[in-house]
């Protein structure tokens, strides 16, 4: 199993940038289908990203295309979520989510994202 820690929220000023990173421990993270969600206060889980584990591919939520990139460093087994141009409407709790084949689902901790305006 793997196991996945989320760290990089902050505080930061609109139009300004973060990077969250999610460390994946136990198994390899390229291995699993790996996405990011985020929860704002009084409201749904919203998915932001998922990358496909066969091919790498990458889709984004519309609420965040053109402004957040995920990428990958095999070598420190970490998946990076690069936050630029980022709005009020950004702040929530962000979670990384690992996927295997057989559709188990594996959690990190959250981590508080807050864009003051």
């Known amino acids: 199993d793997v196991q996945l820690q989320a760290s990089g929220g902050g505080l930061v000023q609109a139009g300004g940038s973060l990077r969250l990173s999610c460390v994946a421990s136990g198994s390899q993270i390229d291995d699993y289908a790996i996405a990011w969600f985020r929860r704002a206060p009084g409201r749904e889980r919203e998915a932001i990203s998922c990358?496909?584990?066969?091919?790498?591919?990458?889709f984004y939520g519309e609420s965040v295309k053109g402004r957040f990139t995920v990428y990958s460093d095999k070598a420190k087994n970490t998946v990076y979520l690069q936050m630029n141009s980022l709005e009020p409407e950004d702040t929530a709790v962000y979670y990384c989510?690992?996927?295997?084949?057989?559709?188990?689902?594996?959690w990190g901790q959250g981590t508080q994202v807050t864009v003051s305006s």
């Open positions: 989510n690992a996927r295997d084949t057989t559709g188990i689902n594996y």
């Open positions: 990358t496909s584990a066969s091919d790498g591919t990458t």
